[in-house]
């Protein structure tokens, strides 16, 4: 499999390829680094079968032929970095500059690991920001000659443009539109009951393939674009302060302004301790999330008994924030520069908020739609006598086939053995072990140790006791004051910003991350994605010293 996927292929520009488990849509903090078989299958036919790469091409990227972002090694997922790089190039390129480019960016990635988790800011360029001639000296100095270069920035010109259009029929607005259709629909019908009892087996399989198949049309592949447009506002932000028209504190400023639907919750949060806000209430908006998103063996909130006990600390009020005039008139100016004079500073506020709180609502949403799949498959499994661990080493293909596809043997006979065969397959996955990135054959043989580096939030230095959690911990105060410690976050982990928490790390995550965006908002020191030892040793140990403003985090002495 690694030897097919190193060699060229006709349908990509590049002549190799590497392979990561945190570039791009990072598995490693979606699903883990060894995901059993239902959670890497459900993110596969949800995102990184094709919606990835249809989103891209809606915005004006380039059109890509069938080709998949995830491949499985051993049962562990990795992105295929080239099939990534090619779907961020711009449409129209042409295909000699195509070629320099993906292998400039291939080549940039196998002598700095490290940018494993930061490819779409520190590798390749996605976007005509502010520092675009800049960055292409000072990263691929005479990669392109006078033409390319010159149509390589046309191109992302265009492209951005496109994007910062703020109307109706930008792709954006329409994005958000889609979601905003399936919150809609969501409110019309219940959260699924904690353990479904009624109907036969048979009616929880198609409410399983409508879930789904509305997830990808309303849920993951709106969601994928306006996570783009995140990633574009964040460049473009970035950029500003790098060419002078504000400071990064006023950049930090901005960011603590923009309220999220995780913001939202830990108010209500509040509100059902101070008795303003019913726990029935609070359920109907918050119950469906689950640390660990695709995992079926997660509880969901409304299934933790232990939520309410604890906690009271809330979002604070997001603080006003506006560009001034000596501001508005920079941000001006480099928009004129790079040849969209058009947009102005309130446009480019507002975009980027809208794109910012826009990608952790839509993540939301879609979640719900993808927890009460899972509900239903734990339902359907009961009825064949499966429990919720033998679905979990199930392919939902599999499952969503027993509705259309005749089976020569009883339903729990065939799909036990199967339950049995992704059991040893999970047991050998874990036994497996391999770097972050692939980037020849010999590495799946002698296996490289890569250091992360890892994304820094906030400014206040702390010193703190850890706490490890995973998604069977409690909900409870006990965390409080501390810095804790997670593998992988999703909103299911949400919760431990109610509990008045010191500071966060991460094994996985990059700096535009779920973690990294809450963690701005509520102004809470976190290192995100400090890789597999570090976090081993800090989440091991008894107390911990981070400081984001210096770029540090180690064990206190």
Not at 145 to 152: I, L
Not at 160 to 182: H, M, N, Q, V, Y
Not at 467 to 491: K, Q
Not at 525 to 532: K, N
Request: aromatic fraction near 8%; charge should be neutral.
């Amino acid at each position: 499999c690694v030897i097919r996927r190193m060699a060229r292929s006709p349908k990509l520009f590049g002549g190799g390829t590497v392979l990561g488990v945190m570039p791009d849509w990072n598995p490693a903090e979606m699903i883990g680094l060894a995901p059993r078989r239902l959670a890497a299958s459900l993110y596969r036919e949800l995102i990184t079968k094709s919606v990835w790469r249809r989103a891209r091409e809606a915005m004006g990227y380039r059109e890509l032929p069938p080709v998949e972002l995830m491949v499985l090694i051993g049962g562990r997922p990795f992105i295929d970095v080239r099939a990534s790089f090619n779907s961020f190039l711009p449409s129209g390129l042409g295909r000699e500059t195509s070629e320099l480019l993906v292998g400039a960016w291939l080549d940039r990635l196998d002598r700095h690991p490290n940018l494993h988790d930061k490819i779409e800011f520190d590798v390749a360029q996605t976007v005509l920001d502010f520092c675009f001639d800049r960055t292409l000296d000072e990263r691929y100095p005479g990669l392109l000659d006078r033409d390319g270069r010159a149509e390589f920035r046309d191109a992302l010109r265009r492209l951005t443009f496109k994007c910062l259009d703020s109307g109706p029929g930008g792709t954006l607005e329409r994005a958000l539109g889609l979601c905003g259709e399936l919150a809609r629909r969501q409110a019309e019908r219940a959260l699924v009951a904690p353990e479904p009892r009624d109907g036969a087996s048979a009616s929880h399989i198609p409410l399983v393939a409508a879930l789904l198949d509305e997830c990808k049309r309303l849920g993951t592949m709106p969601f994928s674009i306006i996570a783009r447009h995140a990633f574009i506002a964040e460049s473009l932000l970035r950029t500003a302060v790098l060419r002078g028209a504000f400071g990064p504190e006023r950049l930090r400023q901005f960011k603590a302004s923009i309220r999220t639907v995780s913001g939202e919750m830990t108010v209500d949060f509040k509100a059902v301790l101070d008795g303003g806000l019913g726990r029935d209430e609070f359920m109907s908006r918050y119950g469906h999330l689950r640390p660990g998103t695709y995992d079926i063996l997660s509880p969901r909130y409304v299934e933790r008994a232990d939520l309410f006990s604890g906690g009271r600390k809330s979002a604070p009020p997001p603080p006003g924030f506006e560009f001034d005039s000596r501001e508005s008139a920079a941000i001006a100016a480099l928009f004129a520069e790079a040849g969209m004079g058009r947009i102005d500073a309130p446009r480019l506020e507002a975009y980027a908020r809208a794109a910012v709180a826009g990608r952790e609502k839509a993540k939301f949403i879609f979640t719900r739609n993808l927890s009460d799949a899972l509900e239903h498959l734990a339902a359907w499994g009961r009825g064949i006598g499966l429990s919720r661990e033998d679905i979990s080493f199930l392919d939902i293909i599999d499952c969503l086939h027993w509705d259309t596809h005749s089976l020569l043997d009883s339903p729990k006979a065939y799909f036990g053995s199967k339950a049995r065969e992704g059991r040893e397959f999970y047991d050998l996955t874990r036994s497996l072990k391999l770097g972050y990135i692939i980037r020849s054959p010999r590495d799946v043989l002698v296996v490289p140790r890569h250091r992360s580096a890892p994304n820094f939030v906030g400014k206040v230095p702390v010193e703190a006791d850890v706490a490890h959690l995973d998604s069977e911990s409690l909900c409870d105060d006990s965390i409080a004051g501390r810095i804790v410690c997670i593998e992988n976050a999703d909103p299911g982990f949400d919760w431990v910003f109610t509990r008045n928490i010191a500071g966060l790390v991460t094994m996985f995550g990059g700096a535009n991350s779920h973690m990294a965006i809450r963690c701005a908002e509520y102004g809470l020191p976190a290192a995100i994605g400090v890789g597999e030892k570090l976090f081993l040793e800090i989440s091991s140990g008894g107390r911990c010293c981070l400081n984001p403003e210096e770029g540090t985090i180690r064990m206190a002495e």
